[in-house]
Antibody, heavy 123, light 107 residues
Framework: QITLKESGPTLVKPTQTLTLTCTFS??????????VGWIRQPPGKGLEWLAL???????RYSPSLKSRLTITKDTSKNQVVLTMTNMDPVDTATYYC???????????????WGQGSLVTVSS | DIQLTQSPSFLSASVGDRVTITCRAS??????LAWYQQKPGKAPKLLIY???ILQSGVPSTFSGSGSGSEFTLTISSLQPEDFATYYC?????????FGQGTKLDLK
């Protein structure tokens, strides 16, 4: 079965860079049509789509955060890494990674999610 | 970016009720819409994709409809486990934006 798990620091200081790792099993990022994405959710608020990387290394970012985000994959380790620079207290959120699949002629449908990782930005 | 507006933002209902949540897109997105359910402290769960296709394992009390810029999620008979927050998401273009959410609670 497909599982994903986020790992990384729970606390970062303002201006620091956040590095989150999504370790997955049950699928391969070499498979046509597959992607892994990142979504965040500030406490008590809604979902925000951040980035997604596909099997062919196509990368998509939220335009509002693009200058701060980098998404990479290590297919051999079954991992996807998201880095976010210049962290600010408003970036405090639960960060989720998710398996994205092809649905019809659209890509990136999130059908499996990790449990989420709460990251607090505070000095 | 495509904006998705859900209505209502809050909804109180009783077990057995039929409820409908609407999601409106700022521009046409064909049928590239998904619905998710999220319970407190948990990750979202995919319910419906391509506007009306039920994800495997999701009860048939859930249904979706719509195309273009207006979509609905209907729960035909609310069960106790359905009280949660619901989000729509468009898959027409990047970024793959979400609606602001609809919190469904027990009346």
């Amino acid at each position: 079965q497909i599982t994903l798990k986020e790992s990384g620091p729970t606390l970062v200081k303002p201006t620091q860079t956040l590095t989150l790792t999504c370790t997955f099993s049950g699928f391969s990022l070499r498979t046509n049509g597959v992607g892994v994405g990142w979504i965040r959710q500030p406490p008590g608020k809604g979902l925000e789509w951040l980035a997604l990387i596909y099997w062919d290394n196509d990368k998509r970012y939220s335009p509002s955060l693009k200058s701060r985000l980098t998404i990479t994959k290590d297919t051999s380790k079954n991992q996807v890494v998201l880095t976010m620079t210049n962290m600010d207290p408003v970036d405090t959120a639960t960060y989720y990674c998710a398996h994205g699949r092809k649905a019809g002629d659209s890509y990136g449908l999130f059908d499996y999610w990790g449990q989420g990782s709460l990251v607090t930005v505070s000095s | 970016d495509i904006q998705l507006t859900q209505s209502p933002s809050f909804l109180s209902a009783s077990v057995g009720d039929r409820v409908t949540i609407t999601c409106r897109a700022s521009q046409g997105i064909y049928s590239y819409l998904a619905w998710y359910q999220q319970k407190p402290g948990k990750a979202p769960k995919l319910l419906i994709y391509a506007a009306s296709i039920l994800q495997s394992g999701v009860p048939s009390t859930f249904s979706g409809s719509g195309s273009g810029s207006e979509f609905t999620l209907t729960i035909s008979s609310l069960q106790p486990e359905d009280f949660a927050t619901y989000y729509c998401q468009q898959l027409n273009s990047y970024p793959r934006t979400f609606g602001q959410g609809t919190k469904l609670d027990l009346k």
